[in-house]
């Protein structure tokens, strides 16, 4: 089957359940290659020329926490991403993953800060990895001045989640039905009507 061809990370290590399971969903899926292993407890992995930006770790089998999967209503990581070429790359993702049977999460979407073009999924443990793409690019001599957008649909997703291929989350498509509202009501209706909440996710 075919995998995703991400570009690079930085790098990061994960705990995992079944460290045969993972490797196979990191490298069959997402399209890493194995740089090592240590016996079968450790496996390096990379997209680039670095020799790891991600490894995962088997969780003992005995570990009391070894079902308490991810969850992100708590402190902790929410996602991490790969790199990769271009919206059309991005489009031949979501069917790589759907052949494998992967839990697509949100996306295709394009966030307001960056620019970037998002698509999040799960991995054998729950984890949110995202792939993305066009991300704005600031070189050290160009003039950025921060800006503060608006928390609104369009600053999480410019597309309103028309290109998404699940179900959108449903705390946005209620802040999105309540935007549509507040713009057809007079211009004295109450701004926060049409802010999304604090769980929206870059
Ligand atoms: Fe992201």
């Not at 069959?28 to 992995?45: A, E, P, R, T």
């Not at 996306?107 to 993305?132: A, M, Q, S, T």
Request: a negative charge.
């Amino acid at each position: 089957m075919n995998s995703l061809r991400p570009k690079r990370l930085g790098h990061m290590v994960l705990m995992v359940r079944d460290i045969k399971k993972s490797a196979q969903f990191y490298t069959d899926v997402l399209g890493l290659k194995v740089s090592d292993w240590i016996g079968d407890q450790m496996v390096f992995l990379r997209a680039g020329s670095d020799h790891h930006d991600l490894a995962l770790a088997q969780l003992p089998k005995d570990s009391a926490d070894f079902n308490d999967l991810p969850r992100y209503s708590r402190p902790g990581l929410e996602h991490f991403s790969y790199l990769i070429d271009s919206y059309e790359e991005m489009e031949r993702s979501v069917k790589v993953l759907q052949e494998h049977g992967v839990e697509i999460v949100r996306g295709i979407g394009r966030h307001g800060p960056g620019n970037n073009l998002f698509l999040v999924f799960k991995d054998p443990d729950g984890n949110n990895v995202e792939v993305y793409c066009e991300m704005t690019q600031i070189g050290e001599r160009d003039a950025h001045e921060p800006q503060v957008w608006e928390r609104t649909i369009e600053s999480f997703d410019q597309y309103r989640f028309e290109r998404f291929v699940v179900p959108p989350p449903p705390h946005l498509v209620a802040q999105k039905t309540a935007q549509a509202a507040a713009q057809n009501t007079a211009s004295s209706a109450p701004q926060d009507s049409a802010k999304a909440d604090s769980s929206d996710q870059e």
